[in-house]
């Protein structure tokens, strides 16, 4: 069984910046190896995919975080990670971190193919 144990973000104020971060463990699993991304859910909204990196180094970003969120990997630490710039009150959500069993594909639009899920980090941006 993989487990994944976010950390980071909290109270930001508009146009600030956080990082999110996502430790990998278990099952031999390997963040450099996997396609892995980041999914975050508002209140009262569906779960949306905001960046993705497959086990090629190879990244995809939602609409409307490119530019200011970049998805990258620590192979050393296992660690996934999320930095966030130019934060705005609408990136206000619950942030996952999901990991799958397969080194292609992004799917951000397709969270079922993701089998492992952490337990979410609140980020909270004030104007």
């Known amino acids: 069984q993989v487990q994944l144990v976010e950390s980071g973000g909290g109270s930001v104020q508009a146009g600030g910046s956080t990082r999110l971060s996502c430790a990998a463990s278990?099952?031999?699993?390997?963040?450099?190896?996997?396609?892995m991304a980041w999914f975050r859910q508002a209140p009262g909204k569906e779960r949306e995919g905001v960046a993705s990196?497959?086990?090629?180094?190879?990244?995809d970003y939602a609409d409307s975080v490119k530019g200011r969120f970049t998805i990258s990997k620590d192979a050393a630490k296992n660690t996934l990670y999320l930095q966030m710039d130019g934060l705005k009150p609408e990136d206000t959500a619950m942030y996952y971190c999901?990991?799958?069993?397969?080194?292609?594909?992004?799917?951000?639009?397709?969270?079922?193919?993701?089998?492992?899920w952490g337990q979410g980090t609140q980020v909270t941006v004030s104007s």
């Open positions: 278990g099952s031999g699993y390997t963040v450099s190896t996997y396609s």
């Open positions: 999901a990991a799958r069993l397969s080194r292609q594909g992004f799917d951000l639009g397709r969270p079922e193919v993701f089998a492992y």
């Open positions: 990196m497959n086990g090629y180094g190879a990244t």
